[in-house]
Every structure is written in C-alpha cells, then in structure tokens.
C-alpha cells in the first residue's frame, strides 16, 4: 500500500495528491472500485469531509466517477489531450489565486493604515531579496516572493489574516512554482515597488491598486490563455 504522511498546513490537497498517485501508480487501476470514504478516512488519519472533497476534485479532474449506490471507481480520463489537462491546470491556479487577491489587498489596505516608517524595514528586505532572485530558479524565487507578501500581511497587524496567509502559504508556493515553470508570467516587479511605496505613504487605495496590478496581470493570463493547438 502506498505510504502517506501528511504535512502540516491545507489538508484536502495532500490527499487529493496521495489519491492520484495511487490512480498514476497503477495501485488503482482503472475500473476499479476505491475504498469508501470511511474506509480512507481511517486508513489515512483524517475526517470523513476531507475524504469527500479531495474525491470532488478528483472527479471533477476526471480521474474518478461517483457511482450512486455503488461506490467510486477509477476511469480513464476523458481526453489524452495536454490542451484539456492545461485548462484543467490553470483553472485550479486561478481557484488559488482568487483567494490570494482578496487575502492580499486587504491586508494591504490595513498595512498602510497601520504601519509605522520603522516597520517598513523587513519588508524592503524582501522585496530587495525577491527581486535579486532570478525566476529560472523556481524555488528560490517563489520562496522569496512569499516572503515578501508574508512581510507585508503581518504589517496589516491582523492574527486572522496572518494565519490564514500561513494555512494558504504552501498551496500557493506548490501553485507558483508550477506557474514559474510552465507558464509565460508577466513581470510585476513595478507592482511589488509600487506597493512599498504605497505603504511607506500610508495610502490605503494605492496599496491595494498595487496588489491588484501584481496579481491581475498574471489571473487575466492564466484566464485568456487557450489550450495549444
């Protein structure tokens, strides 16, 4: 059986990753009848909800079929056509970035309402870090730029938005450098300037100009972009 170990942070991504190794593996093969979430949840350790969502997306992707009254089965997915896995892909990316906008812009707001000229100090270090990285090191630059944006969450002075950005942090690092990798990302460096200065003025509007001009940019890519002929 597949060994699993669950790290801390967003629980339903692990699994749905740990399920679909075992579909990729050939442990399920297709056709074949999944154990049921009661089963899975004990094996595993976790809830019985987690279970059921990490399955939706696996459905959702194809990968696995709701048979009412009968149980879950593996399938073959739809189409082989990296076209359909490119937009299944970026619609995954874009669900995160979604979220990350609105985390974002209002721990920017709050930032510049809050933040004091000493406080801002950190946060030029990381960005001055973000931008010495070079994107062709995937890793390096994402861990960088989370940095920075984690910098300027906790200057918002908010435990909630904090922690959430914390829970959120590793499926946005998984996101990202997959993004850095495979996808045409548009330069946002000005943005990231543009936010600083914003909070060093303590301007609330342009903060969140500033986020939305990072993170806009990239979503409308993602959005625009079809799959290749």
Do not use: Y
Request: aromatic share 2%; net charge negative; proline share 7%.
């Amino acid at each position: 059986m597949t060994e699993h170990a669950l790290h801390s942070g967003p629980l339903v991504p692990q699994l749905e990753a740990l399920l679909a190794q075992r579909i990729r593996t050939g442990e399920w093969a297709v056709g074949e009848r999944i154990p049921s979430e009661t089963e899975l949840a004990t094996e595993i350790g976790v809830g019985r909800s987690s279970v059921r969502e990490a399955v939706r997306l696996l459905v959702r992707d194809g990968l696995l079929d709701v048979r009412r009254g009968i149980g879950t089965f593996v399938v073959e997915p739809p189409i082989n056509d990296p076209g359909l896995e490119q937009l299944l892909r970026r619609s995954r990316i874009l669900e995160v970035l979604e979220v990350r906008r609105a985390l974002e812009a209002e721990a920017a707001r709050l930032a510049a309402e809050r933040a004091h000229p000493e406080d801002l100090a950190k946060v030029r270090r990381q960005l001055a870090e973000r931008h010495a990285r070079q994107p062709l090191d995937a890793e390096a630059f994402v861990e960088a730029d989370l940095d920075f944006h984690q910098a300027v969450v906790e200057l918002a002075g908010n435990s909630v938005l904090s922690a959430l950005f914390a829970s959120v942090r590793p499926v946005l690092h998984e996101v990202l450098v997959e993004m850095v990798r495979n996808e045409p990302i548009p330069d946002t460096a000005c943005a990231h300037d543009a936010l600083v200065h914003a909070l060093g003025e303590g301007d609330p509007t342009a903060a969140v100009a500033a986020t939305e001009a990072n993170l806009d940019p990239v979503m409308a890519t993602l959005r625009e972009e079809g799959p290749r002929p």
